[in-house]
């Protein structure tokens, strides 16, 4: 059967974070940095479509890729494990200093991906150096106003300038963007086939781009690549009135209303879980989707 069971679900996910827990720190920094690097790549994919249609909607509509990829393939994006850590140390299978271990690493991991692809695209974009980002020209350089604008304006414009209430606005921005990104990992859990997975995943992850929230590994993208290709803004700022809400956010999102609303509604006990029979295959199939191996 082609679905399963909150139940189910949850308790799958509960063994995937607690297993999560134990992933050495070369997995961790591994997967993350393949999973910051794609969302990179995917961020690229959206503006350049968007900016060739003249359809922002459009390349939002194309952007979910690379997160269907780290779905498929088990790697580590630490807005997901927002979630799923704190269930599986409620329910007894982690702590929180493995936790908080696996958060670290992960970001870090995510960052060193996002930085790597940010560094191939500016020298890409600019043509090793030998072209004027800034100036009227061809597609790349569009792409790369673009980033610089993003950068500028999600950090100094839309933020910074705000003081107080623009860090509170950036942290609300990202606990929507993650509560959408969990949404669209935790939907895709559901079903066990390939077309099943990728629609469901699709749809939330188009949203929050479509909408404009605030995602870290994603603006670890845009706001390293912003100050490398020469937007002016000091990486202090982006670290304090970006990086800094944006994770906090995306922490409350993923923890609060997904990891800790489908803890409270659909944790079962052992012996109430039905089948009574313990799914094995089940819970294999959930870890390795989740990136627990």
């Known amino acids: 059967m082609d679905y399963v069971l909150p ?7 509960i063994a995937a974070g607690g297993k999560k827990a134990t992933v050495s720190v070369k997995n961790l920094l591994l997967r993350g940095f393949y999973s910051g690097a794609i969302l990179g790549l995917a961020v690229i994919l959206a503006l350049t479509v968007g900016i060739q249609s003249k ?13 269907v990829s780290i779905v498929l393939f088990g790697m580590e994006l630490v807005t997901g494990n927002f979630a799923l850590l704190p269930m599986a140390t409620w329910a007894g299978k982690s702590t929180w200093s ?14 060193i991906g996002t930085l790597v692809v940010a560094i191939i695209m500016a020298i890409s974009l600019t043509s090793g150096g030998t072209i004027d980002p800034a100036a009227d020209g061809g597609m790349w350089q569009k792409v790369a ?19 107080s209430l623009g860090f509170f606005l950036a942290f609300l921005r990202g606990l929507v963007a993650n509560w959408l990104v969990c949404l669209g990992v935790t939907l895709a859990l559901v079903s066990k086939s390939v077309p099943g997975k990728l629609l469901a995943c699709w749809l939330p992850i188009t949203a929050f781009q479509t909408m404009g929230m605030e ?21 202090t700022k982006v670290i304090f009135w970006n990086f800094l809400p944006v994770t906090l956010g995306n922490i409350v999102g ?14 079962t006990k052992l012996d109430n879980v039905l089948p009574r029979e313990k799914d094995e295959k089940l819970e294999r199939e959930l870890a390795a989707e989740l990136g627990a191996r």
């Open 98 to 111: 493995a936790t908080f271990r696996n958060w670290s690493w992960v970001w870090i991991g995510n960052f």
């Open 55 to 67: 359809m922002p909607f459009l390349g939002s509509v194309l952007f979910p890729f690379g997160f």
């Open 215 to 235: 995602h870290i590994v994603v603006n670890q993208f845009l706001h390293t690549a912003g100050p490398i290709l020469g937007s002016g803004v000091p990486f």
């Open 7 to 13: 139940n189910e679900l949850v308790d799958g996910m």
């Open 145 to 163: 106003q673009k980033i610089i604008s993003l950068n500028i304006l999600n950090v100094e414009k839309k933020y910074e300038a705000l003081g």
């Open 254 to 267: 993923g923890m609060v209303f997904i990891g800790m609303l489908f803890y409270s509604t659909h944790r």
